[in-house]
């Protein structure tokens, strides 16, 4: 079974750009995070889908980072403009749906360098 | 709101020796709890998990971990390390009313040295 798929593996961008992550969940998975994991921390929770709509956005920094997952498979996470706290590794996730003993499957993250 | 303690940041086992790494948690009810394991440059991989029922989990890799309520603790446990157990620990709590799988809060790591 192939994983969580994520790309690019590393961005390096000046601040004030703007950059877009890719993630293609496993097949099938019906719900779909997006994690910032900042050095030395633990992965925060961004955005959660299920299918393609919106569950949970409460922690996502609404003027600067949007997120998309268009016909409930692919997913997008975008930063416009990035600032140097947005440094960080970008995690993608999914799992079977959004219900008791189901546990989420990781991608290996997009390493984020805002310099 | 749900939050995760790991109290240690970092901790040095000599290769063959026995594991233990603290996790304590604040939620208003059970929790789900969860344990992961990140390597260098990789994602993270699920070690256990612990829902409902026996409180004492089993895991791969050897690893096990018990639910105290009580003490509203995780803590993972190994009976003799390897070398390739280095890796960074990440306990996680997730809602009970949402499910297994959301909106997992993780505590900070506790970064795992093994000598030989």
């Known amino acids: 079974e192939a994983g969580v798929a994520q790309s690019p593996r590393y961005k390096i961008i000046e601040k004030r750009q703007s950059v877009a992550f890719w993630c293609n969940p496993i097949s099938g998975h019906a719900t779909l995070y997006w994690y910032q994991q900042i050095l030395g921390q633990g992965p925060k929770l961004l955005i959660q889908f299920q299918n393609n709509g919106v569950v949970d956005d409460s922690q996502l920094p609404k003027d600067r980072f949007s997120a998309e997952r268009l016909k409930g498979v692919d997913s997008t996470l975008k930063i416009q403009p990035a600032k140097l706290e947005d440094s960080a590794v970008y995690l993608c996730?999914?799992?079977?749906?959004?219900?008791?003993?189901?546990?989420?499957?990781f991608g290996q993250g997009t390493r984020l360098t805002v310099v | 709101a749900q939050s995760v303690t790991q109290p240690d940041i970092h901790i040095t086992v000599s290769e063959g020796a026995s594991l233990e790494l603290r996790c304590n948690y604040s939620?208003?009810?059970?929790?789900?709890l969860f344990w992961y394991v990140q390597s260098p440059g990789q994602g993270l991989q699920l070690l256990l998990k612990?829902?409902?029922?026996?409180?004492l989990v089993q895991g791969i890799k050897g690893f096990e971990a018990e639910f105290k309520r009580s003490q509203s603790s995780f803590n993972l446990r190994k009976p003799s390390v390897h070398w390739s157990d280095a890796a960074e620990y990440f306990c996680a709590v997730g809602r009970r009313e949402r499910g297994g799988a959301d909106g997992l809060t993780f505590g900070k790591g506790t970064h795992l040295i093994i000598q030989p």
């Open positions: 939620y208003g009810a059970t929790p789900y």
């Open positions: 612990y829902f409902s029922g026996d409180t």
């Open positions: 996730a999914s799992s079977l749906s959004a219900g008791t003993n189901t546990e989420a499957f």
